[in-house]
């Protein structure tokens, strides 16, 4: 669904939408933001500020994508990146950056105790487990 700034979609100005199923142009760039999870997570935070304003009356907050970088892991040992000012990092180094993340998505999601026992499951599974996935 095409939405503007306001990530109020184009058809009706009481339906917002973000993420996945949002289509989000800027403002003087041909192509929309890009459908990943630093964009959703993003609009999510200034969508929650957009319904408050709107809920009070006042005049709604905009969008704008801050782009922080990507990370991919290509595996146990190979992570590549880009970061901000288009900043490429590879190695150990994005290793470490993208294992960090990845703890602190899953501290947002279940908690600090449960993500501590995900970390002793997979410190677990590491050494007793097979070299190879079968999924």
Not at 14 to 31: L, V
Not at 34 to 39: G, I, K, L, T
Not at 69 to 77: A, D, R
Not at 87 to 99: D, P, S, T, W
């Amino acid at each position: 669904m095409v939405v503007r700034p306001t990530l109020q979609t184009s058809r009706d100005d009481s339906i917002f939408a973000f993420g996945d199923c949002s289509c989000y142009i800027p403002e003087g760039a041909e192509r929309p933001v890009p459908p990943r999870a630093q964009v959703a997570n993003q609009q999510a935070i200034v969508l929650a500020k957009i319904l408050k304003a709107k809920i009070a009356g006042k005049p709604l907050p905009t969008f704008t994508f801050s782009d922080k970088g990507s990370l991919i892991s290509l595996g146990e040992t190979n992570t590549v990146g880009s970061l901000v000012n288009k900043i490429n990092v590879q190695g150990m180094f994005a290793r470490i950056m993208y294992l960090s993340l990845y703890r602190l998505h899953q501290v947002a999601l279940h908690g600090v105790f449960k993500t501590g026992v995900l970390m002793f499951k997979d410190l677990l599974s590491r050494t007793s487990g097979p070299t190879l996935k079968l999924h």
